[in-house]
């Protein structure tokens, strides 16, 4: 299984921002995605996850109505939209295959920072 988040970076309370997941070692199709973060001194939650075709999405509370989570399985990338991001959205995004809870997973990829600051 190998992960590669990017598309992070410096953006603006109010900007946009989309994040991408290059997934690889496994059949992609076959699994729902899921986005996660962390921020500062904070346990990783669960931001995002998207079943295996596309048809079916959740959010977090937090993130609904700002964030949307996207695939390709052509490409078996798994993106996040982020708009009108707020302060609080800054963390290191990650992306993982199906949806369990963090510490169930025996595998993360370096993941891709994301501060939002003015």
């Known amino acids: 299984v190998q992960l590669v988040e990017s598309g992070g970076g410096l953006v603006q309370p109010g900007g946009s921002l989309r994040l991408s997941c290059a997934a690889s070692g496994f059949t992609f199709s076959s699994y729902r995605m899921s986005w996660y973060r962390q921020a500062p001194g904070k346990e990783l939650e669960l931001v995002a996850h998207i079943s295996k075709f596309g048809g079916i999405k959740n959010y977090a509370d937090s993130v609904k109505g700002r964030f949307t989570i996207t695939r390709d399985n052509a490409k078996s990338t798994v993106y996040l939209q982020m708009n009108s991001p707020k302060p609080e959205d800054t963390a290191v995004y990650y992306c993982?295959?199906?949806?369990?809870?963090?510490?169930?997973?025996?595998?993360w990829g370096q993941g891709t920072q994301v501060t939002v600051s003015s």
């Open positions: 993982n295959r199906g949806l369990l809870h963090p510490l169930e997973y025996d595998y």
